[in-house]
């Protein structure tokens, strides 16, 4: 019988992209080792654009080099998926947990990362839900609102999903997001007649709905970790 689970919840706010890969990386080799139990990392990203391991840069419908010019930047990864965009009023979640000790497959952490979004879509009356074949991520209609792109290494998560709180827009027109063309990206501000509170209530909110849909028993919250303290080698 499984005994009960413990989430350790990093409230991080702002986070270069970069750093809180190589600290991803950490953590992930971390866990493996049982040193850390599962990890949630909650943070927003400067303007990044990032290219899963299929390399698709065709979707990248901007010159790199004028990347700079609009304030953004852009990241290759080991994740699963396309190109995506991350940036400020996006709520980013990163699991670093073991799928082995709750008792799941990759198609089942996928579905409950997008059960984890539509849920919170719900709470502000607005319906949600996953993408029909090939079609990654979470809808509304025909809007994106939610992307997911994971990576799992021995059973070990990383990398995660991003939820439109109330991003730029813009930033989405110089890509084809997830490589689905003819489709829009919308935000749970745009969808919803609900006055929104601040956004950290709904940060809050995101991870609340994973936790449960995870079946995590214990959730320890920490505010504001310090990165480079403990793990100094991804300064």
Not at 188 to 217: D, K, M, W
């Amino acid at each position: 019988m499984r005994g009960p689970l413990k989430l350790e919840v990093w409230k991080m706010g702002f986070v270069n992209y970069l750093d809180a890969l190589k600290l991803q990386e950490k953590l992930v080799s971390d866990r493996k080792l049982c040193r850390i139990p599962d990890t949630l990392l909650s943070l927003q990203h400067p303007p990044t654009y990032t290219l899963g391991k299929r390399r698709t840069d065709h979707n990248l419908l901007i010159p790199a080099s004028e990347l700079k010019n609009i304030g953004a930047e852009l990241h290759y990864t080991q994740r699963g998926g396309d190109i995506t965009f991350h940036g400020p009023h996006q709520a980013i979640l990163y699991p670093i947990i073991s799928l082995r000790e709750i008792g799941l497959g990759a198609r089942n952490y996928v579905e409950k990362l997008e059960s984890t979004m539509i849920e919170l879509s719900s709470l502000y009356g607005v319906k949600a839900c996953a993408g029909q074949k090939g079609e990654t991520g979470v809808w509304v209609g025909e809007r994106k609102i939610g992307a997911i792109g994971v990576r799992i290494s021995h059973g070990i998560t990383s990398h995660g999903l991003a939820f439109n709180i109330d991003p730029d827009l813009k930033y989405f027109k110089h890509i084809v997001p997830c490589g689905i063309t003819d489709k829009e990206v919308t935000s749970l501000r745009r969808e919803t007649s609900t006055v929104l509170p601040s956004e950290e209530v709904i940060h809050e909110q995101l991870i609340s709905c994973f936790a449960r849909l995870f079946g995590y028993n214990t959730v320890v919250w920490k505010e504001n970790p310090s990165i480079l303290s403990d793990h100094e080698e991804i300064a």
